[in-house]
């Protein structure tokens, strides 16, 4: 077995993994134990880390990983544009250590330039919507700038039905919802938005030779869950 995982492209691995267990139609309650065999370091942490109710449900362990990946990723934008020029040793160290930190976090040599450039717009729109809406949003962690936008509507169109139906409640006897106005309605904070994560649909097919039980290189043998 393999000594490292490409856990830094883990949103890959897993549709990698998803596709080997659709084509081998392995029955989805031994996808985790499948899986356990590739986990490695803060992915295997992060596993151990999961309410033991939770370790057999291979959509729960997939959106945990998703999740921390998106939190390194958002780690690796931050560490770029905070980057201090007092830290480092003049104009030549800035430029190579910015091309690093930037590579670290668009990976060039994994998305296409197309991707690159939605990043840096996702970005920039973070940037401008209202904290409150922008808080709201990371924490879903949309994967691209058109899901960025149907969050930050949702969000928003969900303050203002709360906002009118308790105006409404409040003022039995007065006009309804229909007479507020723009300014009257305000933030609203309800529970964060959840979609659960589905492996893509595959054809299933008798599985490979080539392809059975492997991922990467790697041996892919149930493991007994602890």
Sequence with gaps: MADTVPWDDAKGFLAAFEQVAEACRWPREEWVGRLLPALRGGVEQLF????????????KVKAAILRADAIRAEARRKHFRQCCYQELEGPRRAYVTLQELCRQWLKPEKHTKEQILELIIQEQLLALLPPEVQSWVQECGPEDCIETVALAEDFLMSG?????????????????????????????????YLKPCYASAAAVSPCPQHLFGRVGGLSLRPKVLP
């Design 48 to 59: 151990c880390r999961l309410d033991p109710r939770d370790r057999g449900d291979y959509l």
């Design 160 to 192: 203002r039905r709360r906002h009118a139906a308790k105006a409404w409640d409040c003022q039995k006897g007065s006009p309804g919802p229909s007479s507020l106005t723009p300014g009257s309605i305000g933030p609203v904070y309800h529970f964060a």
